[in-house]
């Protein structure tokens, strides 16, 4: 038997040893889960109280402070604002408030809070001069507001505990040694004479085309786990930060000034004096209509 | 050994090399979870209090929400209600309720929310003038219907935020490789004398059913995972959409009229004097009748 | 080599072709998971206030609640009260109670959730009528009973959307096809001479023992799941739902009675002025007794 | 070929039928997250208001009814606790207590949460009596009070709707057959010549140390999961439940005491008029003191 | 056949038996679900209100419970912190507070609860003496307590309650029975002329590279598993748990004192007239702007 052969022997043997689709699969698992818990732990301001410039300033304050998270854990979000000036103009912070903000001494850890600190405050004050006499929907709002800062921490600690550096390593480590091993151990020999050693029965001719196609998957799944982990970056499986961040200032602006308007005028609806109501359907929709359910056991 | 006979156990080798098992495996784990996350995630407005107009008014506003982001995200809801108009003819909107609607700029993300800040409103409108006086009801009031909101705009979050496009990709290209590279590794061949590579030994005869039953096992999974991904649309597993809009609409116009009205005249109930109770059981449920647990250890 | 042994060996090998104790173990995972969740879907009405009659009918309403949703969708119970005349004969509703639940249209959806808002209206005449005064109490009440109707809703839904029919075929048709093709091909075979084709090592003598076990074994996993999937039946693993309304009703009307009497008088316990606590063990427990524990690290 | 080596060859070939790694790492899976949920259902009464007598009686009642529970479904807190006469001894319940208690029939159903009522009861009492005045305390007492109680009714239920048994019994006669098979699978036989079969390459000479080994693992899988479904036992694992209640006996006792005393007199603090605080670290500690962290993009 | 060989092919055998990929896998994945429920396990006393003097002493509360808790269970603030007078230094507690926390009986149980005590009694009598007066708002802080202490109490459990013992030793034991069958059995070994048993094909030359890859692979795998499980210590995936003392104790101080300034003047923001705000981009984010999202179906 040949030097050459023995090598491509060896490898292949190797191969076996390592379970990359067992490696993988609950890696992928485990990114997966992670992944949408990183997306749920997104806040949405989308609820509220109160006159219109005390609201406009509290709701200014909410996506002001989960712009300076972002800021801080997403690429593409501290590209848009690279600088605290960026948010002046923007319109997120008024130059009193970037003072204010610049005088806490901050060089030790994150100061997104702040602005949390003046909503509360601003509370405080609107209640104290009873611009807010409702303590039910004041306790309504702080309720809001502590689940919107607590996720507002959460996405700052999804950036500091990442994944265990050990795991992604293994990880890597498994899929490089994986198809190192292949690539020699795939290569075409013809068996010697009298050989008792099995020779790997798919040694590819001309061009690896199967060990190409298993490098892809293999290597698709754990660029997809790598993705995962940080979904604040600029990939493709990535959330859309800076539009999140657009769509929630004109949403919440345009939920301000709504809440101001009068609502609809109130008026009966169309089934107001029927008991049996019967909704419309398209011709296109009717034919997809199902039977009603009552329970498996309804008679 | 003749070049065919190359080809058959060389494919044949590669349906070895994916676990496809495996990815299926975890894929449709995951996928399946996420459906039924979905489903729990279908808001359902069952709860309430007030005065009859009023009442029918929100009812109507939380079913509006609904179908607002239903439209967006559902095909079968989409078909069934192709305009803003086909709404109003539904009864779910009023001719100066889509004025006000329309009027809002939209152009840049969905605006199914608005007829939730519409029932703030009301509600505010109805506290100040007296209409509503318990402050814990209203409380109630407007938890209930934060988590009605939250479920709408998480909805339309699992419509954005789908399963990665790599992994679905991943996962099918898996699948077509592995049948591919079965449907010729798998073909009858005559092992030539002397050949030391071991042949598949189920190269089938004739017809290819066990492959074929395979694909079919395989194939089933990978659909079902598909199907799972988005529940909103036309297939047999889909939620079925439109009748819950049917049953919503229904059940709350209908729990709001029976609410208007008195309840049932109280009365002693069969067993008020008695202290050991005994209910019957039907002669054909008596006889699955159990005893009694009172704990493990209890004596 | 003849045609049977052919045949043997070509099922032999399909055997191996599918994963059969991946699918059932995700499959069992999955439903066992929702197994237990369907259990913790399952309301207990033990918490409650107010006068006699009142809560007794409050009472009574959360159990009649809780058997309309059973009788749709467990067979026992639908045995146990065949018709709306078995609940009246059963004391969970009154004569004047059933005509005013017949006059709701219902043949469109289930209308289990009508005693709901009699609980409702009944609360609020109570509390306009001044029988009920401590509005904290009312809205613990509330939140209860919102809790308590949102897991009667939710028992239905798990019987409305069960898991995905194509699922439990998958895994069906797995577990069906691999048994007809291990049947064949165990068959116990002698290998021709000069037949390169490897022989499975374990065609069974006499009597196929081993392929029997391994019978069980799966189907045993396979009953498993299906058992899993709907609780509520007469099965050995189901949940004892007539046990549990019996046990629902006397408990909520002992408590209510209970709960009208007067505490234990108050005294002094017996280790009113002791700081530093004993508590007897007997001779046989004390031979378990562990040291304390007051942290890993704690000196 | 003898016979002896036919019963050899055909049981090696059984073990691998059997996928016990597979089966006992789901069962394994299912049991620890189990095992871990019970755990966070033992509630722990550590929270609190009032006056002295009557908050040690409410105190009394909380840990009464854990301790009634625990009776009816652990071995050693019954062992501890044989007669109710030993809970009057442990000061758990007075006489009168016991009366009132034992005088509610129970033959049906296991009656811990009656201790509970008398809390409710005493409450009110408390509240009507105008001891307690703060309506909002009420309130939290009243949501963790009931968060105990179900905590109580949850460990019942862990003790009543356990695994279900074919689950249990499919693993157990998988291991069983597994051991039996590959007992007598790797005897040590001398292939005959000519032999076409495959001879397993590890008939284990003189002693089976590694078959011992395997057995040893899975068996201790096996074990482990048997453990963790029932962890209110005898075994190492299982959860201290009398030093549990020991310990809440102590310390809900010590809480109230010390809630009567005073608190700490009022004082600045140390840091009470610096901004920017340097905290200490012993010598030991600074040598890992870390560098700050701002965010993986924080400037 | 040599004895050497003998031993080679017989390990060489052993190394199939354990499937340790698997069990190192569900071993892995639920270390890794423990690891980041232990993470969020941490409290953060970022919320609050009230005057200055009271509001420091509360908070500095909460932080002396979250130290006296870390101390029991890790090892990194126990070596900054050795004893109670190191507490005093650093000023989290005074030298009467000292005194008052010794007092209690603490030999049988951690009194790390102590300080919670003084938090509630402190309010209580801030409550009495009109300091606070928004009931509402003291609800909240409850409440908010109530969270802070159990998750310190949940901290506690993680280390009383570690993985069963069982489980590493089973994972363990595997590994290295693994490591040790795989060292001997992959010798290298010429095979004898008619020797029908299979020589692993993979015997290693020279240097076994193969063998020691996998063998840091599955080490990797096992050390990752048993780091997780405790996350207080000192290794490299551990939390910082000192630097996020010193973080809590200066953010919590800052806190109170920006909430007694006041918040930052009122002042209309920038988009206060307009109604279709546009929100700029710099040039390099503007690359990567995305179209709006509206929902698959929307129009």
């Known amino acids: 038997m040949l030097y050459f052969e023995r090598i491509v022997i060896f490898c292949s043997g190797f191969v076996e040893l390592i379970p990359l689709s067992f490696i993988l699969g609950f890696y992928v698992s485990f990114t997966a889960t992670r992944w949408w818990q990183q997306y749920t732990a997104i806040p949405w301001p989308d609820n509220d109280e109160t006159s219109r410039i005390l609201r406009r300033t509290l709701m200014r304050y909410l996506n002001l402070t989960l712009v300076l998270v972002l800021r801080s854990i997403s690429i593409p979000v501290k590209r848009r604002f690279p600088t605290k000036d960026h948010l002046i103009e923007a319109g997120f912070m008024t130059k009193p408030e970037l003072e204010m903000y610049s005088s806490v001494p901050s060089h030790e850890f994150n100061t997104f809070w702040i602005p949390c600190t003046w909503f509360v405050n601003l509370l405080r004050q609107a209640k104290s001069e009873c ?3 409702d303590s039910g929907g004041l306790k309504l709002i702080m309720e809001e507001f502590n689940d919107f800062r607590s996720k507002c921490g959460l996405l700052w600690s999804y950036d500091w505990v990442s994944i265990p550096l050990v795991y992604t390593q293994v990880v890597t480590l498994s899929t490089q040694a994986f198809f190192l091993a292949s690539l020699l151990g795939r290569q075409h020999i013809v068996p010697a004479e009298g050989n008792k050693i099995l020779v790997h029965p798919y ?3 001309y061009f690896p085309i199967f060990t190409l196609l298993q490098f892809i998957l293999y290597m698709g799944l754990l660029k997809l786990g790598e993705q995962l982990i940080n979904p604040f970056g600029d990939d493709d499986e990535d959330f859309e930060l800076n539009w999140i961040i657009d769509r ?4 919440s602006f345009l939920g301000v000034d709504i809440l101001n308007a009068d609502p609809p005028p109130l008026m009966k609806d169309q089934y107001f004096d029927e008991m049996d109501i019967k909704l ?7 034919a997809h209509k199902v039977k009603t359910y009552r329970g498996s056991v309804a008679a």
Do not use: L, S
């Open 131 to 133: 611009r807010i006499t």
């Open 203 to 205: 040694g590819e001719y």
């Open 248 to 251: 929630h200032v004109k949403v």
């Open 280 to 286: 419309p359907y398209t011709e296109a929709a009717v």
